[in-house]
């Protein structure tokens, strides 16, 4: 079985990504959310041990973010499982950091630690991560140089089907490239994502409460 595996960072297409896999009936797909994902990355992450993740891919064909964009994970999979594809999605420096500032400081500033754990940056700054971002791409483009079973790719640019499709050697299909995860960074929605993580912790604080007093 030859394995895709997608090395790109988050924030850069990577759920794009993972819905040009499933249309293109690249299975099965490792799934997300998934409790034994969680605990490969949590191995990686917390004692830097990847087996569980290798042990992990052994069982899918195709895949995207944690673990398997972490650190040199890369390297590890290439190793474990020769003859496999590699796609690096990128995103303009830019653009990238943008989505990235509202995902870790308004709409998820619990994984904020984590991320910057993850681009092994000093802070969560922006000059940081964004050095981060750039070193991590930088390794893994080295690391693949000159390798035909390797691809950096956009999926923000409008590019289409037409790389990703000759890359895979698959036909491109008859529907149109899929888009996910669009941000919108207008006042409204970020109110809107700002107050969202209190109101699920008051409403988790609202049902303890019940509990306790039932």
């Known amino acids: 079985m030859q394995r895709v595996f997608c090395i790109g960072l988050n924030k850069t ?6 819905a040009c896999f499933e249309i293109l009936g690249l ?13 490969a990355t949590r191995a990686l992450f917390e004692r830097g041990d990847y087996e569980p993740a290798l042990a992990l891919a052994a069982r899918f064909r195709a895949f995207e973010d944690r673990p398997f964009n972490v650190w040199e994970m890369y390297r590890r999979l290439d190793e474990r499982f020769p003859g496999s594809f590699f796609i ?3 995103r303009e420096p830019e653009a990238w950091w943008k989505s990235v500032d509202h995902w ?4 998820k500033p619990h994984l904020r ?4 754990q993850h681009l092994r940056a000093a802070d969560d700054s922006k000059d940081s991560m964004l050095r981060g ?13 000159g390798r035909e079973d390797f691809l950096a790719f956009d999926p923000t640019a409008g590019l289409g089907w037409g790389p990703l499709c000759e890359f895979l050697r698959v036909p491109v299909p008859s529907v149109p490239f899929p888009q996910r995860n669009r941000q919108s960074y207008d006042a409204g929605d970020r109110e809107r994502r700002r107050k969202g993580p209190l109101r699920k912790a008051w409403r988790r604080l609202r ?4 509990a306790l007093t039932r």
């Open 113 to 116: 630690e984590r991320y910057v």
């Open 88 to 90: 690096l999605t990128v």
């Open 207 to 210: 049902e303890r409460v019940a």
């Open 104 to 107: 870790i400081h308004v709409t």
């Open 27 to 39: 299975g099965p797909r490792a799934p997300r959310p998934d409790p034994a994902r969680k605990r």
């Open 133 to 145: 971002y750039l070193r991590y791409n930088q390794e893994v483009r080295d690391y693949f140089a």
């Open 13 to 18: 297409g990577t759920s794009s990504l993972n």
